[in-house]
């Protein structure tokens, strides 16, 4: 059973720029939790998604930020018209019920 | 909202040594997790422990969740042990309980 897929590992753009992070979850999990984590701290809850459904989208910025989970394919986060103060690692997590397990990030370097 | 303090925030260690790390929070809960963050910057699931001991080779946690810490044991570390040590909890309330708040991280250093 393959863990949480994350790609790309490491997504470099310049500014004003789009980025688009992808998460597949493991085979059987419904619940997908993107966070963000900046140097030197602990990961920061963004956005909560079962299959086309946006449940909890609170710890995301209201502007420029946007996720989904389509019926068919990975769940997307997508940053537009990046900026220095994106640069981060972004984490996604799956989970069938309350444990969560997270794939490997995608670094994000903001030229 | 819950509040979550890990200690100490840095841990510089021999090989073989053994280590406690240690994680606090402010309220309640029903859920706990630990996890290690390697080098490359993975995360690792390393327990589930809302309450009680668990063991897993040279790794066992406790959570005494009356008393609102958990700890994280390292019996006989490795370099390969090195990275940092989060611990997340759900945030509490009952409409966002999947939300995991996390630790600042223990930075744990294992020297050959």
């Known amino acids: 059973n393959a863990g949480v897929m994350q790609n790309p590992r490491h997504l470099v753009r310049r500014r004003g720029q789009e980025a688009r992070l992808r998460c597949s979850p493991m085979k059987g999990h419904s619940h997908v939790y993107w966070y963000r984590q900046l140097p030197e701290e602990g990961l920061k809850f963004m956005v909560y998604?079962?299959?086309?459904?946006?449940?909890?989208e609170s710890g995301m910025p209201k502007e420029r930020f946007s996720a989904e989970f389509p019926k068919e394919g990975p769940s997307i986060l997508r940053i537009q018209q990046v900026v220095r103060g994106d640069s981060a690692a972004y984490f996604c997590?799956?989970?069938?019920?309350?444990?969560?397990?997270f794939g490997a990030g995608t670094r994000l370097s903001v030229l | 909202g819950i509040q979550v303090e890990q200690s100490p925030p840095d841990l510089i260690l021999q090989e073989g040594a053994n280590s406690t790390l240690r994680c606090n929070f402010s309220?309640?809960?029903?859920?706990l997790q630990w996890f290690h963050q390697n080098p490359w910057g993975q995360l690792i699931n390393l327990f589930y422990?809302?309450?009680?001991?668990k063991q897993n080779g040279r790794l066992s946690a406790t959570t005494v969740a009356t008393e609102r810490y958990s700890l994280l044991y390292i019996s006989s570390s490795q370099t390969t042990d090195s990275g940092v040590y989060f611990c997340?909890?759900?945030?509490?309330?009952?409409?966002?309980?999947?939300?995991?708040?996390w630790g600042a991280g223990t930075k744990l250093i294992i020297k050959p």
């Open positions: 997340a909890v759900p945030r509490g309330d009952m409409d966002s309980n999947y939300q995991l708040i």
């Open positions: 422990i809302p309450s009680g001991t």
């Open positions: 998604l079962q299959k086309e459904n946006i449940i909890d």
């Open positions: 309220d309640s809960v029903n859920n």
């Open positions: 997590a799956s989970s069938p019920h309350n444990i969560q397990y």
